[in-house]
Protein backbone atom coordinates (compact mmCIF):
# COMPACT_ATOMS: atom_id res chain seq x y z
CA UNK A 1 0.00 0.00 0.00
CA UNK A 2 1.04 3.68 -0.96
CA UNK A 3 1.77 6.43 1.24
CA UNK A 4 -0.71 8.49 -0.56
CA UNK A 5 -3.07 5.77 -0.91
CA UNK A 6 -3.29 5.48 2.63
CA UNK A 7 -3.39 9.72 2.90
CA UNK A 8 -6.69 9.39 0.73
CA UNK A 9 -8.15 6.47 3.12
CA UNK A 10 -7.56 8.84 5.78
CA UNK A 11 -8.73 11.97 4.57
CA UNK A 12 -11.93 9.90 3.66
CA UNK A 13 -12.32 8.10 7.68
CA UNK A 14 -11.91 12.29 8.69
CA UNK A 15 -14.39 13.61 6.84
CA UNK A 16 -17.05 10.72 7.56
CA UNK A 17 -16.09 11.70 11.15
CA UNK A 18 -16.57 15.58 10.56
CA UNK A 19 -19.92 14.71 8.99
CA UNK A 20 -21.00 11.99 11.88
CA UNK A 21 -20.08 14.77 14.60
CA UNK A 22 -17.90 13.16 16.44
CA UNK A 23 -14.76 15.29 15.99
CA UNK A 24 -16.96 18.00 17.63
CA UNK A 25 -17.80 15.72 20.63
CA UNK A 26 -14.07 14.58 20.40
CA UNK A 27 -13.04 18.74 20.57
CA UNK A 28 -15.57 19.46 23.25
CA UNK A 29 -14.50 16.29 25.53
CA UNK A 30 -10.47 17.13 24.98
CA UNK A 31 -11.25 21.11 25.77
CA UNK A 32 -13.63 19.75 28.75
CA UNK A 33 -10.55 17.91 30.33
CA UNK A 34 -7.87 20.25 29.18
CA UNK A 35 -9.99 23.17 31.20
CA UNK A 36 -9.80 21.06 34.26
CA UNK A 37 -13.50 19.72 34.17
CA UNK A 38 -13.79 15.71 35.47
CA UNK A 39 -10.11 15.79 36.22
CA UNK A 40 -11.24 14.60 39.71
CA UNK A 41 -9.46 17.27 41.52
CA UNK A 42 -10.97 20.46 43.25
CA UNK A 43 -10.53 23.27 40.24
CA UNK A 44 -12.41 26.23 42.41
CA UNK A 45 -11.79 29.56 40.12
CA UNK A 46 -14.64 31.55 42.86
CA UNK A 47 -17.35 31.64 45.18
CA UNK A 48 -19.17 28.68 45.03
CA UNK A 49 -21.70 29.95 47.78
CA UNK A 50 -22.82 33.15 48.24
CA UNK A 51 -20.91 35.54 50.29
CA UNK A 52 -23.46 35.16 53.02
CA UNK A 53 -22.14 32.08 53.67
CA UNK A 54 -19.45 33.42 56.10
CA UNK A 55 -22.15 35.61 57.87
CA UNK A 56 -23.34 32.49 59.73
CA UNK A 57 -21.67 31.87 63.14
CA UNK A 58 -21.50 28.20 65.05
CA UNK A 59 -20.76 28.87 69.37
CA UNK A 60 -17.97 26.44 70.32
CA UNK A 61 -20.39 24.80 72.74
CA UNK A 62 -22.25 23.92 69.37
CA UNK A 63 -19.48 22.04 67.91
CA UNK A 64 -19.42 18.83 68.25
CA UNK A 65 -17.22 17.41 70.95
CA UNK A 66 -14.56 16.27 68.66
CA UNK A 67 -14.50 19.53 66.91
CA UNK A 68 -14.41 21.35 70.45
CA UNK A 69 -11.61 19.06 71.28
CA UNK A 70 -10.06 20.01 68.38
CA UNK A 71 -9.64 23.67 68.80
CA UNK A 72 -8.17 22.79 72.32
CA UNK A 73 -5.21 21.23 70.41
CA UNK A 74 -4.79 24.03 68.10
CA UNK A 75 -4.56 26.54 71.09
CA UNK A 76 -2.60 24.16 72.58
CA UNK A 77 0.15 23.87 69.50
CA UNK A 78 -0.65 20.08 69.42
CA UNK A 79 -0.07 17.64 69.23
CA UNK A 80 -2.36 15.86 66.49
CA UNK A 81 -3.36 12.85 64.95
CA UNK A 82 -3.24 13.02 60.95
CA UNK A 83 -0.28 14.22 59.23
CA UNK A 84 -2.15 17.00 57.17
CA UNK A 85 -3.26 18.97 60.10
CA UNK A 86 -1.57 22.15 60.94
CA UNK A 87 -0.62 22.42 56.81
CA UNK A 88 -1.83 25.25 54.93
CA UNK A 89 -5.00 25.64 53.44
CA UNK A 90 -4.81 27.18 50.49
CA UNK A 91 -8.71 28.86 50.08
CA UNK A 92 -9.23 27.79 46.67
CA UNK A 93 -12.78 27.76 46.98
CA UNK A 94 -12.59 31.50 47.69
CA UNK A 95 -14.84 31.50 50.48
CA UNK A 96 -12.84 32.47 53.47
CA UNK A 97 -11.80 36.14 53.82
CA UNK A 98 -8.79 36.44 50.98
CA UNK A 99 -5.24 36.39 52.32
CA UNK A 100 -2.03 35.51 51.76
CA UNK A 101 -1.02 31.88 51.15
CA UNK A 102 0.03 30.40 54.35
CA UNK A 103 -2.52 32.32 56.63
CA UNK A 104 -4.84 29.40 56.92
CA UNK A 105 -3.93 25.87 58.22
CA UNK A 106 -6.48 23.24 58.35
CA UNK A 107 -7.49 20.73 61.37
CA UNK A 108 -9.49 17.23 61.04
CA UNK A 109 -12.12 17.13 63.09
CA UNK A 110 -12.41 13.20 63.77
CA UNK A 111 -16.19 11.89 62.59
CA UNK A 112 -17.28 8.79 64.51
CA UNK A 113 -17.54 5.41 62.63
CA UNK A 114 -15.33 7.04 59.48
CA UNK A 115 -12.29 5.28 58.60
CA UNK A 116 -10.68 8.23 56.60
CA UNK A 117 -10.51 11.75 57.52
CA UNK A 118 -13.92 12.46 57.09
CA UNK A 119 -15.16 15.87 55.84
CA UNK A 120 -15.21 18.06 59.27
CA UNK A 121 -12.33 20.19 59.28
CA UNK A 122 -11.52 23.53 61.49
CA UNK A 123 -9.33 26.24 59.42
CA UNK A 124 -7.39 28.72 61.46
CA UNK A 125 -6.40 31.43 60.06
CA UNK A 126 -3.41 33.74 61.62
CA UNK A 127 0.33 34.66 61.02
CA UNK A 128 1.03 32.18 64.45
CA UNK A 129 -1.24 28.67 64.46
CA UNK A 130 -1.09 28.43 68.50
CA UNK A 131 -2.50 32.13 68.22
CA UNK A 132 -5.49 31.90 65.44
CA UNK A 133 -7.05 35.47 64.52
CA UNK A 134 -10.22 33.37 63.35
CA UNK A 135 -11.37 30.14 62.88
CA UNK A 136 -13.99 28.66 60.88
CA UNK A 137 -15.72 24.64 61.01
CA UNK A 138 -16.91 23.08 57.84
CA UNK A 139 -18.82 19.59 57.98
CA UNK A 140 -18.65 19.47 54.31
CA UNK A 141 -15.62 19.50 53.17
CA UNK A 142 -15.45 23.47 52.57
CA UNK A 143 -18.53 23.24 50.63
CA UNK A 144 -19.46 26.28 53.37
CA UNK A 145 -17.79 27.53 56.29
CA UNK A 146 -19.04 29.17 59.71
CA UNK A 147 -17.15 31.07 61.90
CA UNK A 148 -16.24 29.56 65.41
CA UNK A 149 -17.25 32.23 68.31
CA UNK A 150 -15.98 32.14 71.05
Not at 64 to 87: C, E, N, R, S, T
Not at 136 to 146: E, G, I, N, P
Request: proline share 5%; hydrophobic share 45%; aromatic share 12%.
Amino acid sequence: MSWSTLRYGAAIFVKRLAKSGFLTALFVVAFAGFAGFGSGGVQAKGPILAPAALNDSVMLAQLPIQGQDMLKLIYAGGPFKFDKDGVVFGNRERILPAKARGFYREYTVKTPGERSRGARRIVCGGLQPAAPEACYYTDDHYASFRKIAQ
